[in-house]
């Protein structure tokens, strides 16, 4: 050690020299309370606020805060998302729906830690995260990236996870602020006059209050999060960064923040900052707002002053402030996190039927595992919210499942999956007439100058085959084509057609349309690739009309086709494999995620038709639903168990072996309900009007006709019988509840969150393995002539018991499940008198019934 370098070694251990990491803000001084740890956060704001120049303060707020750094201000770099950091070295958790299904908030509050440890360990001190935007529709393109179709259940677990998150120091913002449940027209349409705004949610007052905006209180009270995110949508009117009573009316729950989501979100900064967005972006972006909105008065003094403050106490409040973070490393993900998402993923696995116990699987002697369950099978959802895994890797489910067998595992493809087919159609099998009335190979492609098919067109030629790059000299963008053409099919037998690209497109064979799809792109930043595909049987040599029509309105324009032909089929091999196997386990996927929706719940491409071939030759016939979310299933009544797995993480595999063969109980419970049908559920009611919303030259709407009653609600309300209720998931073992729900409460209004009463629930494990149940507790119709549901979730308890085991719980009601919204005075109205409690373990399954009694003070 050099003399100079023990010298410095001699005052650090005598305590003369304190080694101060870097970035750490100066110990308080008296003169600058701000940065005093143990004064509160409203008041260190205050105080660093008063101090500030106004150049400052216009920085803050414009989202330079590197002019404040002399403060000790950090800058705030924020990462995605709501089931893992967008990031390589970090550990991809189950997604949020598969979350949401574990009914657990101590799974949600672990998952929570672990997801902001991770953030802060890339050197991120924000995270974008959790997302509550409630399930309206289970074609929305995001619904995993969300909590399920309950605003209490989302709430909770929302709530859960981001008190774990705040505490290790991060700003905790919540997405999508609101009325934001699908992702079609999402920012609005590139029209030949311009962007639209995003699409208008025409909804009510109190269908926001007890559904969309519900989950955020929690959120931002008890969970303490400290910013919030608006959406792209609109909101009755407005865009929803631009609505004032929307954000007033969270703004008043909090002291922290109101932030934009990245892009489309605000239309007119000055409206945006005068409605209640406070930081315009994160990550020192300043999200298209400049100082003159200030400096020339449009955004008055008092509100700068209000954005900075705020600003400033979301970075005290949060923690962040006192704990820098480090410049990152390049691994954060830990063998605990890991386990902890093998562990979310069993809890959230959904059992959704067992015929005559054909689960767990008991010694079989070989297995066949079908379908997409290698390196294809999703753990993730696609665009932001992806998690990418380089750590640990992803265990597949046939790895998995071949870990733990002990017998002869045999693997067939089947089915390629949701994925685009490769092959090119190829220019041989088209023909059209030209404009001279030959009959010539290709398609007549015909492009307009709007996104609307209409009018004169701008160009009309012969193109090879359906599909355009860019945009054709002589037409201009947003722009429509329509490719026209005779197909004559090579082969006999299923053709699967995918098509990838930006915009709206639809393909028609024989005048029907067999395959229709709204993307933002062929992939959203990241994860699986969006196909929109559809099947079709023909006859060799028999030709058939086609038709492709593209509206390219979402900007950089694409479409490309390619098809599987019925001799690249992989279904034959597969039934083969099924044949001589003890068990067949058949995966099935769906790829989804941000910038795209479903156009059906259908699953895609050759799955169904794989399905249905191997449970016609296997009779114990396993089917692992690798989806975001309701899919529907033609092959229900003919295969004998079925495995609801979601986008389980990259734990994936070792999750879905421990349940198949009973190392654990299957944990999960549907947090939406499954349709039957495409035709059911609140938003297919109304057509187009009700979603995907009209969006042309005088409508840019859609209406939540339905009101409150989205999800369990509106198929009580209408008697619509779902395949799968809300709530429902079996366990391998039997459960008997006895119960005392009776209870009373006084007329508080005032305290909405306060608690009401409990469901006493006293639950026997009396079958012969340890599982668990989810005990629900449903509150009924509340004694107002208000139409009010007839069953809302007020309470969950998961319960994991050994055989015979007995626990007793007690399950809090809070006072807002006894509550409407009462429109006519703006205000939750808590109704008196008897209020009927269901107890069971499905929205659709009541084992014990009681009352709960409120008496007016
Ligand atoms: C998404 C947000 C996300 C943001 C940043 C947006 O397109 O809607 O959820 O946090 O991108 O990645």
Known sequence: MSRALRAFAALVATGALALVPLTRPAAADPGEPWRDPGKPAPARADALLAVLTQDEKLAAAVGDLAPLARHGVPLLNSKDGPSGIGLPGTTAFPSSQALAATFDTGDATAVGAAIARELRGKGRNVWLGPAVDIARTPLAG???????????????????????????????TAKHYTGNNQEYYRTGVITPAGRTGGINTVVSERALKEIYERPFTPIVTRGGADAVMCSYNQVN????????????????????????????????QAAAANAGVDLPQYDQGSGGRTKDIFTSGAVPQARLD??????????????????????GADVVSTPEHRELATKVATDSTVLLKNRARTLPLDHPRSIAVIGPSGSDALYTNGGSAAVPTTVGGDVTPLAGIRARAGVTVTAAQGSAGDVPAVTPIPGDVLTTTDSSGARVAGVTATYWNNPDFTGNPALTRTDASPGVNGTPAGVTSPYSARWTGTLTPPETGLYRITMLGRGIASLYLGGKRIATGYREGA?????????????????????IDLRVDYAANLGRPGLSLAWQTPSQTQIPAAVEAARTADVAVVFANSAAGEGMDHSSLSLQGDQNELIEAVAKVNRRTVVVLNTGGPVLMP???????????????????????????GDTDPGGRLPVTFPATDGQGP???????????????????????????VGYRWYDKTGQKPLFPFGHGLSYSTFRYDSDVSGSFSDTTTALDAIAGQAKVNVTNTGPRAGSTT??????????????????????????????????????????????FDEKHHAWRTPCGRVPIYIGSSSADTRLAGWITCKTR
């Open 775 to 820: 005990v629900q507790v449903y509150v009924g119709h509340l004694r107002t002539t208000v139409d009010t549901p007839a069953r809302q979730l007020a309470g969950v308890a998961t319960l994991r018991l050994k055989p015979g085991e007995n626990r007793q719980i007690s399950i809090p009601i809070s006072t807002r499940s006894l509550s409407y």
């Open 237 to 268: 009117g407005l865009q929803a960064c631009q609505n004032k009573k929307l954000l007033d009316d969270l703004k008043k729950q909090f002291g922290g923040i109101v932030t934009p989501d990245f892009g489309q979100a605000v239309r007119d």
């Open 683 to 709: 938003a297919a009611a109304g057509g187009a009007r009700t979603y995907p919303g009209v969006i042309d030259s005088t409508t840019n709407a859609q209406s939540y006709a339905e009101g409150i009653y």
């Open 142 to 172: 995001r619904q995993p990236e969300n909590l399920g179709e309950d605003p209490y259940l989302a709430g909770e677990l929302a709530a859960a996870e981001s008190a774990a998150a705040k505490a290790e120091h991060v700003i905790v």
């Open 306 to 327: 209000d954005i900075v403050r705020r600003t400033l106490f979301a970075i005290f409040n949060s923690g962040v402030y006192d704990n820098p973070v480090g410049p």
């Open 523 to 543: 992939s959203f930043l990241a994860g699986p690739q969006y196909p929109i595909q559809g099947t079709i049987r023909l006859t060799a040599g028999k030709p």
């Open 635 to 661: 092959w229900l009544d003919k295969v004998d168990a079925v495995i609801q797995a979601w986008y389980p993480g990259q734990q994936f595999g070792t999750a879905l072996a421990a349940v198949l063969f």
